[in-house]
């Protein structure tokens, strides 16, 4: 089955920093890549996704990157927030057979202002 | 246009009792799927499920834990005999059907369960 792993687990950055999130998987089968926030005591909460067809994807502040290849994918925040703190999560489904998300452990994000 | 429900938010039961947790997906939404969140720790899946059928049960404890979603009404997360080690948040999420432009899921605002 497939496997998603996450690095860092926790990452500290200064306010206007750009923060930089790694998963890989294992699974070739995977093509659809979304990215969930979750804040302390709230459910997660998607905040941009991609698919295989797609290299790169963009939204404000926030973008995503996928090497299929390599089977990698990324998430990058730039000019980061005091609001952007909290944990987040990537993950990997195969769309065409009806699969499971699988989610990597997650990372800590915290902005210092 | 209610997301997914989950209830109740917090659950407490002693060692031994049973626990019924209940996911309303997003309406139309035919596809649920449960998680389990540890404190400080990722989502862990338990169970994918369609409308009356199990899809993948893989995540599940094989012995006390069981899942259903009826033709008719929420989806149930159902754990007897409860310990300690129950205790965490256990989350629900729904999407559409699989294979089409859309997949995002969906999330409930979770169940925490404590056992004492």
């Known amino acids: 089955g497939e496997n998603v792993e996450q690095h860092p687990s926790t990452l500290s950055v200064q306010e206007g920093d750009s923060a930089v999130i790694k998963c890989t998987y294992s699974d070739s089968a995977s093509n659809y890549f979304p990215w969930y926030k979750q804040e302390l005591g709230k459910r997660p909460q998607l905040i941009i996704d991609i698919r295989s067809n797609v290299g790169e994807k963009k939204d404000q502040r926030i973008a995503v990157t996928l090497n299929k290849t390599a089977k990698h994918f990324s998430l990058h925040i730039t000019e980061t927030q005091p609001e952007d703190s909290a944990v987040y999560f990537c993950a990997a489904m195969d769309m065409e057979y009806g699969n499971k998300l699988v989610f990597g452990a997650g990372t800590i994000l915290r902005v210092k202002s | 246009n209610a997301g997914v429900m989950q209830n109740p938010r917090h659950l407490v039961r002693r060692r031994g009792q049973e626990a019924r947790l209940r996911c309303s997906p997003v309406?139309?939404?035919?596809?649920v799927y449960w998680y389990r969140q540890l404190p400080e720790e990722g989502l862990k899946f338990m169970v994918y499920l369609q409308k009356e059928n199990i899809i993948d049960e893989s995540g599940m404890p094989k012995e006390r834990f069981s899942a259903e979603f009826p033709k008719e009404g929420p989806s149930i997360l159902r754990i007897q005999q409860v310990v300690r080690g129950d205790s965490a948040a256990y989350f629900c999420?729904?999407?559409?059907?699989?294979?089409?432009?859309?997949?995002?899921?969906?999330f409930g605002q979770g169940t925490r369960l404590t056992v004492v």
């Open positions: 999420a729904s999407s559409p059907i699989q294979g089409r432009a859309n997949t995002e899921a969906f």
């Open positions: 309406k139309g939404h035919s596809h």
